[in-house]
């Protein structure tokens, strides 16, 4: 269900599988091809959502703001994974937190909103300052306002246009950091190396792997967060938990029950990539290896189409555009360089950056 970029690749990956894919999506900007069929329609439709169950082995959604509802309507047709609750818990930032809260995961302090006096009351927890999120279809910076003074919070509510919200106390972070977690329909888990992530307006821009930097311990304990995430959600698929580092360790700032931008470098950078990997676990395979050799850089496409011939003169370097119009903003494809070690490939991810900035 969807069918966007991450679909596309999910499909790419699971035709070497043998796979065959059928996906239902508003927009019909569809990974159509070989082995592909699509469905274009409402997620409201339900003939249409009995029509894209119909056959199929198992489903999964590669979006998590697909009404919970048509997910169910599936499920009650088909197994689907990663299970309801994960996009249900994911859709929602206030329950998303608590159950962050419930796992002792620590996330920023943060008090659930529903009126503007709420906000205000709010911020004697979390302090300024603090950032406004709505609960519902916040994503990639959207649905946000930060406020630095008690005098902000009218315009901060208007921003987000009264929506039901979370206040959340700002973090001073020293980086951002990601961990792509794994559970096949046998409870068995595998994860890949933290990943460092760089974000502006909201928007991630590009990512290094392994995060440099990072102690045994750093990396367990991620894993251990994640870990106990899946296992309260009785996950099975791919699942993104997006991290602050602080000086007083790490906090979740949320989570994708799906395949994740954060992990494209794993196409090439890592023995089995998510997309392969989210499949495995779906269809109730062996999980791959997550191992990755060198090191690899990720740097999304935003807005424009890039130079290509200019970011071929860059070494090792691998293109994945996604067909898609460009929009300021829209993620129209990413660049993944990979190298022996850290050093090569932060020179890499450099010289791709100034290829785009043009
Ligand atoms: P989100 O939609 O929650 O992933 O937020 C998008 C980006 O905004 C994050 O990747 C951070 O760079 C930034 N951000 C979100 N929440 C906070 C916070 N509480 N404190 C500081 N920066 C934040």
């Keep these: 269900m969807g069918a966007g970029q991450l679909g596309q690749m999910l499909a790419l990956a699971g035709r070497r599988l043998g796979f065959e894919f059928r996906f239902m999506s508003p927009e019909s900007n569809a990974p159509a ?6 469905i274009v329609a409402e997620y409201s439709n339900e003939a249409a959502l009995a029509h894209f169950a119909e056959g199929l082995d ?6 998590e703001s697909i009404p919970a509802e048509a997910v169910r309507f599936v499920a009650e047709r088909v197994p689907v994974f990663p299970p309801i609750v994960a996009i249900e818990t994911a859709q929602d930032r206030a329950l998303e937190k608590q159950c962050f809260e419930k796992l002792g995961i620590p996330t920023a302090p943060f008090v659930v909103v529903s009126g503007m006096n709420e906000v205000r009351q709010a911020l004697e927890k979390t302090g300024v300052p603090a950032v406004l999120k709505t609960r519902v279809l916040g994503y990639d910076g959207k649905g946000q306002a930060v406020i630095r003074r008690k005098d902000e919070i009218a315009n901060a509510w208007v921003a987000v246009k009264g929506a039901p919200s979370i206040v959340e106390s700002w973090v001073n972070f020293s980086r951002e950091l990601s961990i792509i977690g794994v559970r096949g329909r046998t409870g068995e888990t595998a994860f890949y ?4 992530n760089y974000h502006s307006e909201g928007i991630l821009r590009f990512s290094l792997a392994p995060a440099p930097n990072v102690s045994a311990e750093l990396q367990s304990l991620a894993e251990d967060y994640s870990r106990r995430l899946m296992a309260s959600l009785d996950y099975v ?31 090439e950078g890592a023995d089995t990539s998510q997309f392969e990997n989210h499949l495995r676990a779906i269809a ?10 060198g090191a690899a850089g990720m740097v999304n496409v935003i807005g424009r189409e890039p130079d290509v011939e200019k ?12 067909g898609k119009v460009p929009r300021p903003k829209r993620k129209l494809g990413h660049i993944t360089v990979t190298g022996d070690d850290l050093a090569g490939v932060r020179n890499s991810v450099s010289q791709v950056r100034n290829a785009m900035s043009r």
């Design 311 to 322: 970011l071929q003169s860059v070494e090792n370097v691998h293109i994945h555009m996604y």
């Design 193 to 196: 190396p933290l990943v460092e």
């Design 237 to 267: 698929g791919v699942i993104a938990l997006e991290l602050f580092q602080t000086e007083t360790g790490l906090l979740a700032n949320e989570m994708a029950p799906r395949v994740h931008n954060t992990g494209h470098w794993t196409i």
């Design 33 to 38: 091809g070989r082995n592909s069929e699509m």
């Design 58 to 63: 198992v489903a999964t959604y590669e979006f």
């Design 284 to 293: 109730g395979l062996p999980l791959g290896s997550t191992e990755m050799g």
